[in-house]
C-alpha cells in the first residue's frame, strides 16, 4: 500500500492531518511506507492529483471517494464530514480509504 501526503507550506491543517494520518497508518496498518510531498505550484497540482492542502492517496487515489473527479487545484483542501465541513479529514474516512485499498489489492494483485 502506498500513501502520499501532498501540502503546501504555511497550510495550518497540514500538520493536524498528517499527525492523524500517521496514528491511523500505526494503528491499522504498521510499516505502510508515507511520502509526504510538498506542491509548491499549480502545475505540480496538476502532476499530483493534488485537490488542496492537505490531500492524502492512498494507491494512487484521494481519500475522499466523492471527489476523485475533481479538477486539481492549488489552494485550501475543504473536507466533507459527517461533523460538517473540515480543513481536516475524518480519521473514519481515512479508515474506509485503507479497507477500500486492501480490499482492491485482494481482487486484483
Known amino acids: ?24 497508518l500505526a494503528a491499522e496498518v504498521p510499516d505502510t511506507d508515507l511520502e509526504c510531498q510538498e506542491i ?14 492537505p490531500t492524502i492517496q492512498i494507491d494512487g487515489l484521494d481519500i475522499e471517494k466523492e471527489r476523485r473527479k475533481d479538477p486539481p487545484f492549488y489552494g485550501c483542501r475543504i473536507y466533507r464530514t459527517t461533523q460538517g465541513s473540515s480543513g481536516i479529514p475524518a ?19
Open 40 to 53: 509548491n505550484a499549480g502545475e505540480e497540482a496538476v502532476r499530483y492529483g493534488f485537490l488542496g492542502s
Open 1 to 24: 500500500m502506498k500513501v502520499r501526503f501532498l501540502y503546501f507550506g504555511g497550510c495550518p491543517n497540514a500538520e493536524p492531518t498528517l499527525t492523524l494520518l500517521k496514528e491511523t
Open 91 to 109: 480519521k473514519a474516512m481515512i479508515i474506509e480509504a485503507i479497507v477500500e485499498a486492501s480490499q482492491a489489492r485482494h481482487v486484483f494483485p
